[in-house]
């Protein structure tokens, strides 16, 4: 992973940072990871992709803020600009048909 530090600051661009398919379509760029298993990670979704399968959020929440686009949820739209709360053991299936960009955060790992 490509991050810069200083005394206080570590940082990486989505430029940079490693990426993986995780399904057709849908990409993950690691962005950060904290020594208490926090992570940070923007993914981007191509118009009209879907996971393949329910992401269950384990073993913390997951937090979103999508950048860009309209994500939905299996069952709702978020426009951009929009904060999720998905906590600890809740399940959704991310899907999108116009394509968007979330930045993900996860507190606990």
């Known amino acids: 992973m490509t991050t810069e530090q200083t005394e206080r600051y570590v940082w990486s661009t989505v430029q940079d940072a490693p990426v993986r398919e995780l399904f057709p379509g849908i990409r993950l760029h690691s962005l950060w ?5 926090a ?6 979704m191509e118009p009209n992709t879907s996971w393949q399968g ?3 959020h384990e073993p ?13 949820d299996g069952e709702r739209d978020y426009p951009a600009g ?3 709360h998905a906590p600890a053991g ?3 299936i991310p ?5 968007c960009t979330l930045f993900l ?3 606990e790992g």
Request: net charge negative.
């Open 33 to 37: 990871k904290g020594g208490d298993g």
């Open 95 to 99: 899907q999108t048909t116009t394509g």
């Open 54 to 56: 329910i992401d269950v």
């Open 39 to 44: 992570k940070a990670y923007v993914l981007q």
């Open 60 to 72: 913390g929440p997951e937090e979103v803020f999508v950048v860009s686009g309209v994500f939905n």
């Open 82 to 84: 929009t904060f999720i």
């Open 90 to 92: 809740s399940s959704h």
């Open 105 to 107: 955060f996860y507190p």
